[in-house]
């Protein structure tokens, strides 16, 4: 018997009416993303702010005071707790009370009048609790650029050379607007992992052996599937993106249909290897523990979400590009707030396919043998 | 009673010796991760690919491109003739931080022309990259105008620095803290996944009603299967441990057994909630999308990615019910700051709130789920 498209679609047909029949199945393949994505955003939009600062002030002049006016003044650093001895700032730094702390050196106010000598330039001491390395990097760039512009307030000269920083597609760099794209990437990968324990169900339920039965043939079910859930995760890719721009106003520069054809390349990167631990394991459970192991987890911390993909390492590269929600992060980012075309995005919607096409033929021949 | 505990204790080890797989997997695969992602993560915002745009061409000009070069968190690999070719590549985002050096730098710097602006270009589509790539450009120039002013003696620019000191972590290197903190992740997974199919796997195969006819009270039959739980978890985070300190050797300042003892408390706290979806859920599916969608939600408000402080109140007060999120600031202390039972006091004191409120609710639901 060779393959039929009718097959195909009725498999689709039965695949369909079995999402959409039980409400709570319905909602966590199709709704849930969006509604994970709303929750997610509040969480991840965070700019450095409510820093708990500590302050040691030796010098205790109107200069001193006005450098801590003019760092506390937009309400980022608050001023968390005021000391008179070092030990008492290294204490609250242990205890976690305060983020990081100013130490002001006696004579600041006069070495700051008379400015910088040719062998010293006056400084501010911060001490900052490194045991959060990407925070306080944040929070120390911050406070360096704080400090720079007060002493060049009071400086009579201009300098001879000044940076004009200008951050594009997103000006006022708002953390919800890079966030928010990146972040769809991670709530897609719930389609897929619905996937994985559709196909697990049927087999420890043991309905496979009679779907074996029936005329339908393994190439087709598998398909017939994937269709379905490549389906159903285009209504979720689509209510999360209206999510995105609707609610959270991130801006859509690219275009929808390269964002549609795009998040299918995705699917079927994350469904094709979805398929591939459906057929290897036996167990529901087994499946969710596989499923955790290759996207969920790997997917906030080496996929460029925060932190950039590591570019000089060979190793972390591989890791970084094997996985699907890498290259999706890239995407969305490019297709929201570049608004590039399929150019400038070939290397990565090019993997994607490369890993969805072998994945899906290895399952379906995988698959042909164990019925077969 | 503890027999009895103890005997359905040891079945669910012979079910599960039984699942060759999934045995090796439970064991190899919280090691596996953790390998995997430490391999994978960086030292934290380093190496961002740089492109500059050079028109001054001058010994100044590449001087600064070289100090540009020689920080940690630059890396110069393209030099466009034009902004236009600049564009290109931080379009395709080949380069995270453009700048483009004026005509008129280095006469600039000599005091012979007016004063001029470097162009200074982040991709805003990253904000954690975008800043830290400005607020680099802008160290290496302030540096820069520092070193020509005592070199020719005259005050330029800069007059006030601040100097950081830095405890506990001195290069700022991520890992320190990344590493330790995926033990927390991956033992919560492990525990969660076994604990949340508890009942849910035997109800769905119809083994459930098996149990129930045993002389077993609900409540043993319910401590036996997080005993399972609870031993696996625990056997995890010890050898996750190991590979921690021996393999990527992040230091370990405080005491292990505190740590231990802190370890096996948050794996029974977990183990609670894992029940309570367990006795929620009616078939495993449904268990495994309650349980993905938890821990998406514990990841986010761990602390881990973004500072609970940071968060809005509304989230900031789930947060403190996540028992991720405190056990994440116990590891934080005693490994890298060597703190002792009094500075974690309040994380412990929250932690054994949780599991009081969630194990009655566990017993509870599970117990009702049950009948």
Redesign the interface.
Known sequence: MSFSPRRLLAVVAKELRHVTRDV??FF?VTL?PAF?LV??A???A?????V?LGWLDGDRTATSRAYLAAITADGTFQLAETATRYEDL?SA????RIDVALVVPPGFGRD?AR?????D??????????????????V??????R??A???R??P???????????????D???L???V??LLA??LT?PA??LT??VT?EK??GTLEALIATPVRGPEFLLGKLIAYVLTGLASASAAAAVAVLWFSVPFRGSFGLYLALAVDFYLATMGVSLLIAQ???????A???V??FF???G???S?L???V????T??VL??YALPSTHFI?IT??IF??G?GLA?LRLHAGLLAVMGIASVSVSLLAFRKRIG | MLARIWNLAVKEFIQLARDRLMTGFLLLFPVGQLMLLAVATGQGIRHLSLAVVDFDRSTQSRAFIQALDNTPELEWRYQPSSEAELAGLIDEGQAAVGVVLPDGFSAALAGSAEPVAIQVIVDGSNTTVASTGQSTVDGVLSDFLGRLAKRSGISIGAPLQLRAEIRYNPTLNARLFTIPAQMGFIVYQVTLAIASLAFARERELGTLEALLVTPMRRFELISGKGTLAWLLGGLDFVLMYQVVTRVFAVPMRGSFALLLACGLFFVAVEISYGVIISSFARTQQQAILYVFMLAMLDVALSGYLVPVKNMPSVFRAVAAASPLQHFLVIIRAIMLKGAGPEIIWPQVRALGVIGVIAGAVALRTATRSLE
Do not use: C, H
């Open positions: 709570r199945i966590l849930s994970l929750v997610l509040y969480i991840f965070f700019d450095v702010g409510n708990s290294e730094i242990l205890a976690g700051l400015g910088p000598s040719a062998s330039t006056p400084a501010v001491l911060a001490l900052a609790d490194g045991s959060d390395a990407i925070i306080t990097s944040q120390l760039g911050n406070l360096s650029a400090t720079a007060f002493g060049a009071l400086s000269q201009s300098s001879p050379v000044e940076t004009r920083p200008r951050a594009w597609y997103n000006p760099l708002k953390s607007r890079s966030m794209p990146g991670i709530v719930l992992l619905a324990l559709a169900r420890e339920m290897l394991v036996k167990s529901q459970q087994t969710m523990l596989l955790l192991f969920f987890v790997p906030f911390f080496v460029g925060i932190s950039p590591n570019t000089s390492s190793s972390s890791i970084s890239a980012r490019s707030l570049k590039v400038q």
